[in-house]
């Protein structure tokens, strides 16, 4: 069969830069590689010296898909630091701006970068001629998202409302209920696009990899913001606070990136993580789309991710 070498350059529809490399040799396989390329940018030594306001402004820039999210992460570790409380209603509203992130970004996960594949297009672009009605149900629900940063984050990417101990504006309170109308209306349309996700399923590689699955976890409900770190791998929580023993930051000669591990040599984070790790807290409608997709906990295809 002779020698392959496969070299991938800048993958794309992949959130960041990435490289795969191949190798095999008589049909036997012996390297293969997913390779991050892109330069360090030392955000933690960019906040060196700068005022606590100014923080999560900065570290935003992380990602503008989901600023929402680091700038949340800098904000409850700077009000952790100091010792802030924040009021019910704060800590509410930024959960629900973290939601509106979580629509934003998933959606344009599965509906920009996933559903090509599955439908046989190269791109979003084509899907507009081929499958309108799945393309305009994306563009609805991604909307609804970015409606709902705007909203409470001040605008659709790196909010500039949220500041320790608060926000510096908040919306009206017919607003917020315009916004809960406006949630509760989009329902069918998550749900439609679960079906289109569920009805092509089966083109997924049926591939599994035993994994340690690592997500937050809280009592009161199913958490992307609040609790302590949780394992697939043990009984019991992690404290928040010993973040640094559980991720164990390491540099790979193959990528730029840093990597983790904690009780095995590498672990997951992410959608599927939270799911194995929460399942028990999903709300009725979401168990009943799991259920479809013939999700259970220990699921460990990561193409379900």
């Known amino acids: 069969m002779g020698k392959i070498d496969i070299n991938v350059k800048h993958v794309t529809r992949v959130e960041g830069h990435g490289n795969i490399r191949v190798r095999a040799t008589d049909g036997t396989i012996e390297q ?5 390329p892109e330069a360090p940018r030392f955000f933690e030594a960019m906040v060196r010296g700068k005022s606590y306001l100014d923080i999560q402004t900065i570290v935003s820039r992380i990602c503008g898909i989901c ?3 680091h700038s949340l992460a800098a904000i409850k570790g700077v009000e952790d630091a100091l010792g802030i409380e924040v009021s019910e209603q704060t800590d509410l509203l930024r959960i629900v701006l973290h939601y509106a992130e979580q629509i934003e970004s998933h959606v344009l996960h599965v509906g920009y970068l996933v559903a090509p594949d599955l439908l046989g297009q190269k791109s979003v672009v084509p899907l507009v001629a081929s499958h309108p009605d799945v393309v305009m149900t994306v563009i609805k629900l991604h909307k609804l998202g970015n409606a709902g940063m705007e909203l409470l984050g001040g605008r659709m990417t790196h909010p ?3 500041k320790p101990g608060g926000f510096s504006q ?3 309170e017919a607003a917020l209920r315009q916004y809960q109308e406006d949630l509760k209306a989009a329902l069918p349309l998550a749900g439609s696009l679960a079906e289109v996700v569920v009805s092509l399923a089966d083109k997924l590689p049926a591939f599994e990899r035993d994994t340690e699955y690592i997500a937050l976890k809280y009592d009161d409900y199913y958490t992307f913001y609040h609790g302590n770190i949780a394992s697939t791998d043990t009984s019991g929580t992690e404290d928040i606070h010993q973040f640094e023993s559980v991720v164990n930051e390491y540099v790979s000669p193959q990528s730029t990136a840093k990597w983790c591990k904690w009780h095995r040599d590498s672990y997951a984070v992410g959608a599927l993580a939270r799911f194995n790790v929460n399942a028990d807290k999903l709300l009725p409608e979401a168990t009943a789309v ?14 379900f991710n």
């Not at 293969?32 to 991050?36: I, L, M």
């Not at 799991?290 to 259970?296: I, N, P, S």
């Open 67 to 69: 600023s929402v999210t």
């Open 290 to 303: 799991a259920q479809k997709f013939k999700l259970a906990p220990g699921a460990c295809n990561p193409y």
């Open 32 to 36: 293969v590689e997913w390779q991050v």
């Open 160 to 162: 500039v409302t949220v």
């Open 170 to 172: 908040l919306p009206t």
